[in-house]
């Protein structure tokens, strides 16, 4: 298993401005993954970091908008940027098992952007 | 394109027994898995099937049929403490074992006295 530190897990911030999302795990993985899970509804993944190369994002989400970093195999940030409260949402990291059957989570980090 | 659909909401009784099914369609398949989340918590893992049949853990078992592109999530025994809402997951067939989910709409469920 693995256990997944996430911080802030709560913030309000005001439009325009840009919050940092830091994801830490007690051990070494190759992938990290970020998802958002808007009030009520599913998890939508954001992107998938890498260490030692850029993160992938999926179809509906930009680097300049979502920043990633993975300066090493056990820590990760995500920075949502220029808010708006559209962005108003729980921000989950997950990493997976060596089978890549199981998925752990972070206890989220819940974002109100006013 | 990618599509999970599970119920929006079940409603049981405790003692009871609720199944929650889930039909995909993903561009890939490498295995079906449940997650139970309660209200302001982590998705948790309850299973992953990535054969055909039955996975039983405890009270909760889960099935696949891959042919169908169908699996269900069987809870017996019902508690109060299964109230929650339950997400199925796909993982798509590599381009590398990536370990990438894409979830359903989720279901939730409400267990009653």
């Known amino acids: 298993s693995a256990v997944i530190s996430q911080k802030p897990s709560r913030d309000i911030c005001q439009r325009g401005t840009s919050l940092t999302i830091q994801c830490q795990v007690d051990s070494q993985v190759t992938m990290m993954f970020w998802y958002r899970q808007q009030p009520g509804q599913s998890l939508t993944l954001i992107a998938t970091a890498n260490q030692g190369s850029e993160a992938t994002y999926e179809s509906g989400f930009v680097i300049d908008k979502f920043p990633i970093s993975r300066p090493n195999l056990t820590f990760s940030t995500l920075t949502v940027s220029n808010m708006s409260p559209e962005d108003s949402s729980i921000y989950l990291c997950?990493?997976?098992?060596?089978?890549?059957?199981?998925?752990?989570f972070g206890q989220g980090t819940r974002l109100t952007v006013v | 394109g990618q599509s999970l659909e599970q119920p929006s909401e079940v409603t049981a009784v405790e003692g009871a027994i609720v199944q929650i099914n889930c039909t995909y369609q993903?561009?890939?398949?490498?295995?079906l898995s449940w997650y139970q989340q309660h209200d302001g918590g982590a998705p948790t893992f309850l299973s992953y099937?990535?054969?055909?049949g039955l996975e039983e853990t405890g009270r909760f078992s889960s099935f696949l049929s891959r042919s169908d592109s169908y699996g269900y999530l069987l809870l017996q025994e019902l508690q109060m403490k299964d109230s929650a809402s339950y997400f199925c997951?796909?993982?798509?067939?590599?381009?590398?074992?990536?370990?990438?989910?894409?979830f359903g709409q989720g279901t939730t469920l409400q267990v009653k006295p």
């Open positions: 997950s990493v997976a098992d060596i089978k890549n059957t199981e998925a752990f």
């Open positions: 997951a796909v993982r798509e067939a590599p381009s590398g074992n990536t370990g990438k989910l894409i």
């Open positions: 099937n990535a054969l055909d």
């Open positions: 993903t561009s890939g398949f490498y295995g």
